[in-house]
T-cell receptor, first 110, second 113 residues
């Protein structure tokens, strides 16, 4: 079993829908990262959080340390949001090693 | 804006060739990383570096080697490429200090025939 599990693996939505992607982890962490990977491979860091909630534009990330669970929400989804969303955790006092989930492939149709 | 560059973006090459994948960053980051990602699978760390002349193996065993002679440059070398090396290779960097975000390059998609 992976230390970082994401659900769903694939998600198809209509433009404008509210989207939630979930991440559960089984190890102690110092931070959780949400990343976005577009076709072609490049990865962008969206959020890094260790408690509570962060918001950037239409993206919201939350984490519950006690339940070892995080969610990434996208409000008013748009076709340009189509990408793979990856959850990763860093452990201990340093973030030099990330453990990654397999990613959630999001497709937003117009 | 993150500035980390990988070349080539795509490489198709025959078995037995020596390959070097280039990675450079202009942010002055001390920490640099190489990840390997097979299609539909998660990223796995294969090498990392804390600074000049520092290199360590990652969690996933790899036949590749790396060097860190300059802060901005972290090349990855395969001495004799094999079909099993076919994968995507992603380079990243981050600043020193606790809990820093990692900045990724666009990756090199490597195919060994």
């Amino acid at each position: 079993k992976n230390e970082v599990e994401q659900s769903p693996q694939n998600l198809t939505a209509q433009e404008g829908e509210f989207i939630t992607i979930n991440c559960s982890y089984s190890v102690g962490i110092s931070a959780l990262h949400w990343l976005q990977q577009h076709p072609g491979g490049g990865i962008v860091s969206l959020f890094m959080l260790s408690s509570g909630k962060k918001k950037h534009g239409r993206l919201i990330a939350t984490i519950n340390i006690q339940e070892k669970h995080s969610s990434l929400h996208i409000t008013a989804s748009h076709p340009r949001d189509s990408a793979v969303y990856i959850c990763a955790v860093s452990r201990g006092g340093s973030n030099y090693k990330l453990t990654f989930g397999k990613g959630t492939l999001l497709t937003v149709n117009p | 804006e993150a500035d980390i560059y990988q070349t080539p973006r795509y490489l198709v090459i025959g078995t037995g060739k020596k390959i070097t994948l280039e990675c450079s960053q202009t942010m002055g980051h001390d920490k640099m990383y190489w990840y390997q990602q097979d299609p539909g699978m998660e990223l796995h760390l294969i090498h990392y570096s804390y600074g000049v002349n520092s290199t360590e193996k990652g969690d996933l065993s790899s036949e590749s080697t790396v060097s860190r002679i300059r802060t901005e440059h972290f090349p990855l070398t395969l001495e004799s490429a094999r079909p099993s090396h076919t994968s995507q290779y992603l380079c990243a960097s981050s600043d020193m200090g606790g809990n820093q975000p990692q900045h990724f390059g666009d990756g090199t998609r490597l195919s060994i025939l």
